[in-house]
């Protein structure tokens, strides 16, 4: 039996004509127009996603002078604290020091000797074990120079004996410890100092 449209009445040949349009419509929403919007969709959310990271990069061009301002403050701050704790302790020089403001208080050294290195987190205490000859005054002089010295230098243990007879002016001798810092370069220099300092560490003490 074959079919064909001009068979059917007028009415039926416009029902069969709108049912194909419709059909052709969905068709076309369903294959082109949905995969369209959706691809619209996607590429929308690109677009706000790339105008977000824009919008970070400018507002971040505009705060990088602020950030090399702070970096170079924070660069002049770890000058100034390398000032105040060396990264490296320096003994000869320290002495030169020790020695030029002990001359300066009429106070002679009758020793300098250095004691191990005490590790701590970010930095190691050096302490000093000094002798010292001269008199109270002079002795108080060359603890407030010490005290003016950029680098930190921590006086402990000071012990102060009279003379019974005066020897070049002399009536004092003092014992002291003189403790400076040095600044470690990594916490992992600690942990390996304060590893070695346990190894070598006198059993019982």
């Known amino acids: 039996m074959e079919l064909s449209l001009t068979r059917l009445p007028w009415y039926g040949q416009i029902g069969a004509f709108v049912l194909l349009s419709l059909g052709g419509i969905g068709a076309f929403i369903y294959y082109y127009e949905m995969p369209a919007r959706a691809d619209f969709a996607s590429r929308e959310g690109q677009l706000e996603g790339l105008k977000k990271d824009i919008s970070m990069g400018v507002n971040t061009a505009r705060k990088l002078p602020e950030f090399k301002r702070q970096v170079a403050d ?20 320290l002495l030169r020091r020790m020695q030029t403001v002990a001359t300066q208080s009429n106070l002679t050294i009758k020793s300098f000797k250095p004691a191990p290195t005490v590790t701590k987190q970010l930095h190691a205490e050096w302490p000093i074990n000094l002798e010292l000859d001269g008199t109270y005054h002079n002795l108080a002089l060359f603890f407030d120079r010490v005290s003016k010295f950029t680098r ?54």
């Open 152 to 205: 930190i230098v921590n006086i402990s243990g000071l012990e102060v004996k009279g003379r019974d007879k005066s020897e070049n002016g002399n009536t004092i001798s003092a014992s002291c410890v003189a403790t400076t810092f040095v600044l470690l370069d990594k916490p992992a220099a600690a942990k390996a100092g304060a590893k070695g300092a346990a190894a070598t560490a006198p059993k019982g003490t």
């Open 74 to 93: 924070l660069e002049v701050r770890l000058s100034n604290l390398k000032a105040v704790l060396p990264e490296e302790k320096d003994a000869a020089d």
